[in-house]
């Protein structure tokens, strides 16, 4: 078979070269491409040294912020930042560990770096809404129902917690059914609904089982809350029923649809 004329060899020449006057693409010459590579390696290098091998970028101090009963150097100390090491390699995760579990009144925490030499601390400390009242010192209970930190005096405007159940009957079956701590936390659910006017007058929340819960005010009133369950229907219907019978001293809304007060 005869090949390509030289017509047709021509005209594939003028195909691959482009139009005329077209310029082909210079290819990267080997010593342009090893220089990149070198200075690659280079920047690269530099990085690693600068951020472990050099003295600018080392953790030298620790900031606090946010403690309101703890003081920053607790903090700081059960923090345990390694201090003199690369910023880069302290371990935030770590940190924040540590003062979870060296300090239970920390509710929430957060390390950060501070770019060049810092690491800052941003602390969250839990809120006291129950007492638990233990010879002569309190126990603080949060929101959660964390019982976190033990203190000689009262804080000022909160409760105290007191678990009256019986070992006997239905509300030793309420014990063994739900356990102290659910019972501790019910209670604290019923004290975060009790409206905001009663709760500064709140003296007491007492739980005799899941059932039956009650709260002791200033002036000797009582309030029958029952379990914590439609806790936004009883805060309601407490406050219509104070207004109603400003003079009485026992108010129950166990049953929020039929509300009682008496004692006036």
Do not use: C, N
């Not at 800052?120 to 309190?138: F, I, M, N, W």
């Not at 930190?149 to 159940?165: D, I, Q, W």
């Amino acid at each position: 078979m005869a090949g390509p004329t030289t017509a047709e060899r021509g005209e594939r020449r003028r195909e691959s070269s482009g139009p005329p006057g077209a310029r082909l693409p210079r290819r990267p010459r080997l010593r342009t491409i090893v220089i990149l590579a070198v200075a690659l390696v280079l920047l690269a290098s530099g990085t690693v040294w600068l951020l472990y091998g050099s003295d600018w970028l080392r953790a030298e101090r620790v900031s606090v912020s946010g403690t309101r009963v703890l003081t920053a150097d607790q903090v700081r100390e059960a923090a345990d930042v390694p201090l003199g090491d690369p910023l880069v390699s302290v371990g935030t995760e770590e940190i924040e560990a540590r003062l979870a579990r060296g300090l239970p009144r920390i509710d929430t925490v957060r390390a950060e770096r501070d770019w060049p030499d810092g690491i800052d601390l941003k602390v969250t400390e839990r809120t006291a809404v129950l007492l638990v009242q233990k010879g002569g010192k309190y126990l603080e209970v949060d929101k959660a129902g964390v019982r976190f930190a033990t203190v000689s005096r009262a804080p000022e405007g909160t409760p105290l917690l007191k678990l009256s159940v019986s070992r006997s009957g239905s509300a030793a079956a309420s014990l063994r059914r739900f356990g102290e701590d659910r019972l501790v936390r019910e209670a604290v659910r019923v004290a975060g609904r009790v409206p905001d006017a009663v709760a500064r007058a709140t003296r007491q929340v007492e739980v005799r089982s899941f059932d039956d819960i009650s709260l002791k005010l200033s002036g000797g009133r009582t309030v029958a809350w029952g379990s914590g369950e439609q806790g936004a229907d009883k805060a309601r219907a407490l406050t219509a029923l104070m207004k109603a019978a400003p003079d009485a001293h026992h108010f129950d809304v166990s049953v929020p649809t039929a509300p009682a007060s008496s004692g006036s």
